[in-house]
Nanobody, 124 residues
Framework: QVQLVESGGGLVQAGGSLRISCVGSGLAVSSYAMAWFRQAPGMEREFVARAYRDYDSTDYADSVNGRFTISRDNAKNTVYLQMDRLKPEDAATYFC?????????????????WGQGTQVTVSS
């Protein structure tokens, strides 16, 4: 079965850090552009970060640029999102996604494989 499984979410204080993980099963994350999206209650799913497939490059939403880092460990078939200097507005369910393209996309509709999400709560 092809799937992505996120983990590592939890409760953190504003200004704190958290690293969440996305483990691929039935697919190799090295063969896909990978991305993180997030969705807060009552809000639409929004782009957070992406890592290209064919190029060693990354892209971030303006709201998280400089604070979040996406990375990939092909040996562990895992994608990570390191979140630093967290803000209350970062609280959301975070989803991992895969796209069979060199660059991926900022559009959630372009991704064909999704995880179930991991919840991040930020207290003030």
């Amino acid at each position: 079965q092809v799937q992505l499984v996120e983990s590592g979410g939890g409760l953190v204080q504003a200004g704190g850090s958290l690293r969440i993980s996305c483990v691929g099963s039935g697919l190799a994350v090295s063969s896909y552009a990978m991305a993180w999206f997030r969705q807060a209650p009552g809000m639409e799913r929004e782009f957070v970060a992406r890592a290209y497939r064919d190029y060693d490059s990354t892209d971030y939403a303006d709201s998280v640029n400089g604070r979040f880092t996406i990375s990939r460990d092909n040996a562990k078939n895992t994608v990570y999102l390191q979140m630093d200097r967290l803000k209350p507005e970062d609280a959301a369910t975070y989803f991992c996604a895969a796209q069979n393209s060199p660059f991926g996309s900022r559009l959630s509709t372009e991704y064909h494989v999704w995880g179930q999400g991991t919840q991040v709560t930020v207290s003030s």
